[in-house]
């Protein structure tokens, strides 16, 4: 079975739940799922063994909460290269948090990206949850 790793930080637990949920789909899509919060990675070893990755982090102040740019260099020792990619978080307004995220993946870690970031205003709202299951989906089916 595949296996797929959800990383997050969040302030408000926004980003939390859709975490939780992007993990909900990939497992709807057949792949086992884990989720850490930023946290609890201790070191790049934390990352070795999983298929699919997603990265989470919420806007603040028209960027990612710092705890997620810590991870990411510390991700950038781990070797994702190929690996399925994508990224999420909650916002307000603006949420310029996933797309970074994204690119890092993409341009830094040159991982295999799905088509686009996941932004949400809030998971229960307005097919949100949906939408972040789908997002999980997807990352499973491209997983293979
Ligand atoms: C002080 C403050 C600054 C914020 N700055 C932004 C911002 O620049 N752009 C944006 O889209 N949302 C911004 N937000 C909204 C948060 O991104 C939004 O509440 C999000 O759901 C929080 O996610 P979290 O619960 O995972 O921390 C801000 C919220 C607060 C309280």
């Known amino acids: ?16 739940k859709i975490a939780n949920l992007v993990a909900e789909g990939m497992r709807f899509g057949g792949m086992e799922a884990k989720v850490l919060n930023v946290k609890d990675v201790k070191n790049e070893q934390d990352l070795d063994g999983y298929d699919a990755y997603a990265f989470g982090a919420p806007t603040y102040h028209g960027e990612m909460l710092q705890a997620m740019k810590t991870f ?16 999420f978080g909650a916002f307000g ?30 998971a229960g709202l307005g097919g949100g949850v ?12 491209k997983a293979g």
């Not at 996933?98 to 996941?118: A, E, Y």
């Not at 949906?130 to 089916?141: N, T, W």
Request: cysteine-free; aromatic content about 8%; charged content about 30%.
């Open 130 to 141: 949906a939408m972040a299951q789908d997002y999980g989906r997807d990352m499973a089916k």
């Open 72 to 87: 990411l260099f510390l991700a950038e020792k781990a070797d994702l290269a190929g690996k399925i990619g994508g990224a």
């Open 1 to 16: 079975m595949k296996k797929g790793l959800v990383v997050y930080t969040t302030r408000t637990k926004d980003t939390e």
């Open 93 to 122: 307004w603006s949420g310029e948090s996933p797309d970074r995220i994204f690119d890092t993946m993409k341009n830094i870690f040159k991982m295999d990206m799905v088509s686009q970031s996941l932004r949400l205003k809030n």
